[in-house]
């Protein structure tokens, strides 16, 4: 004796592909906990429990690699060897063991998988009565009123078969940088909205059971309005980017026509006045630090005429005067030690008189060395 069961289906997509050493392996992306586009659901732990089922099943297709619905007797061009379920989605991986199979998967051309499950135990998501019983469910007042659905509490997975699918979301498929050889995946949100939303592309009609094409309810067409919505507000997003990024490019040569001018000064009246101010500014902060230094070396004796003095340093570099005015401030600073502290005490760190200090020091301030002097001793 078996338990009365329902067969029930929904489709979903390839999630990612692999080519590993071991050999060629499809993750597919199984089911989630919400509403799936055949408008049944499924309870997480019942989701849990379901899943090893997966394991050891084949994936199919039809016979000469025909995808469009599910075939009494498929070809088996993989089996599942591994499921993972990370939250509240499953993943199941299959090895792949077909090569035409797996170059229509890597081309992007075949990617949705077509399930069917033996459902157990069924209630409906508004009044919780069981539909087990219940011939067709979506006679159920509350499902056919549209503001219920069908959950399944226990159920196992029974056959896997690659379909075709208009809906699916070939453009999601991504090469994974720098080894795009070996790696490709279809993002986890256009998987859940794959799995999740009515196929866009089958008109009137999407797949029940096992190829069986039945009329879309109102239900399930207003489902696709609100889709098409939003699909319409991510147009208006891309095309509101589409003007910014326009305008950015329109400021960018903007400037970039700017810089030339800059780049030419003599074209543009404004700049040339800025530059001469700048360079007037620049002069004005020579002069003051040339004063200052031709001052330090006056006070430190180690200049007697100042118009001289300036006239000799001129053409110094500001941090080289900056350095000489520090260095005859050492100078007056030893020499005024040195009166301080009468005869006794002579500032001679290298036994060289006062004159020969001062002129090592000067020397030093133009960058040249010590002057070799006669011996004293
Ligand atoms: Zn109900």
Redesign the pocket.
Known sequence: MTSPSSERSFQSVIHQLVAGSTGNYATFYLMNTTRNRNGWGVTKQALEEALPTVIKKPLGCGPDYKIDKHYPSPMAVGVFTETDMPGSYALGTAKISDDFVWGELKAGRWGPISVVVASYRE???????S?IAVKNPYD????KNKD?YMISHSFKFKRIDLVDDPAYPQAGLQDLGGSAEDSVLVPLELCASFYESQSTGQANVSLNHVGIEKKMDDKEIEQLQARVKELEAAAVTATDDAKKLETLEKEKSDLEAKVKELENPDENPEIKSLTERIAAMDEEKHQSILTACVEARFKAGLATDKTVEAKALEDFDNGVLKFMTLEAGKVEAMKRANNESGPQWKYSPTGQTDLEASMTTQRATFGFPARKLEATA
Do not use: N
């Not at 209630?123 to 009565?129: R, V």
């Not at 159920?140 to 499902?143: L, S, T, V, W, Y």
């Open positions: 209630t409906c998501s508004k009044c919780s009565e539909l159920h007042d509350c499902i219920a």
